[in-house]
Antibody, heavy 124, light 109 residues
Framework: QLQLQESGPGLVKPSETLSLTCAVSGDSISSTTYYWGWIRQPPGKGLEWIGT???????YYKPSLKSRVTISVDTSKNQFSLKLSSVTAADTAVYYC????????????????WGQGTMVTVSS | SYVLTQPPSVSVAPGQTARITCGGN??????VHWYQQKPGQAPVLVVY???DRPSGIPERFSGSNSGNTATLTISRVEAGDEADYYC????????????FGTGTKVTVL
């Protein structure tokens, strides 16, 4: 069955760039049905959507993060990636990758499959 | 930007019904999804598009959506239902944004 696995450094220094990758197994990231997203959760707080990408490379970003976020896709490796620049302590969170069950804006576009999440701490 | 408001906590006795609300401007016109998150685990989709359930989710979980409030209802609550619950939606073409609610902690007494 479909599985998502996040990977990347667990510690990033302030002002540097956070980089994470989500490896997709059990299905092709090039499926025309699905979009792929990043969500984060600061310790003890709620969920926050970061952005979403389609296999073609089209992206949607949370407006308040848009200036610092880049999401890309590598169909040859069946994975997609997140880069968040100029990080501060406020970016400390568990970062999840997830699959949208349908196209963006569709009535069934929920996040139906999630990775286990990876904790990223921003600290010097 | 679009805001979704949930009560911080709901307490319910085993076997009773828990109702978790999610308030938003004209939310009844939007498709709402609900997630369950247990401590240390990734969220799990329990209801999508107001009231549909993914495969494997018990019928005890149901949803409704009208006006300015969406509701997740958990019938015959079990101890294993104790978790945080989040509503979520696509805010629309004028606000290109997926929004999560503030989250509700359900405590089974």
């Amino acid at each position: 069955q479909l599985q998502l696995q996040e990977s990347g450094p667990g510690l990033v220094k302030p002002s540097e760039t956070l980089s994470l990758t989500c490896a997709v197994s059990g299905d092709s990231i090039s499926s025309t049905t699905y979009y792929w997203g990043w969500i984060r959760q600061p310790p003890g707080k709620g969920l926050e959507w970061i952005g979403t990408i389609y296999y073609s490379g089209s992206t949607y970003y949370k407006p308040s993060l848009k200036s610092r976020v880049t999401i890309s896709v590598d169909t040859s490796k069946n994975q997609f990636s997140l880069k968040l620049s100029s990080v501060t302590a406020a970016d400390t969170a568990v970062y999840y990758c997830a699959r949208h069950a349908s196209i963006v804006g569709a009535t069934d576009d929920a996040f139906d499959i999630w990775g286990q999440g990876t904790m990223v701490t921003v600290s010097s | 930007s679009y805001v979704l408001t949930q009560p911080p906590s709901v307490s319910v006795a085993p076997g009773q019904t828990a109702r978790i609300t999610c308030g938003g401007n004209n939310i009844g016109s939007k498709s709402v999804h609900w997630y369950q998150q247990k401590p240390g685990q990734a969220p799990v989709l329990v209801v999508y598009d107001h009231s549909d359930r993914p495969s494997g989710i018990p019928e005890r979980f149901s949803g409704s959506n009208s006006g300015n409030t969406a509701t997740l209802t958990i019938s015959r609550v079990e101890a294993g239902d104790e978790a945080d619950y989040y509503c979520q939606l696509w805010a629309g073409s004028s606000d290109l944004n997926y929004v999560f609610g503030t989250g509700t902690k359900v405590t089974v007494l």
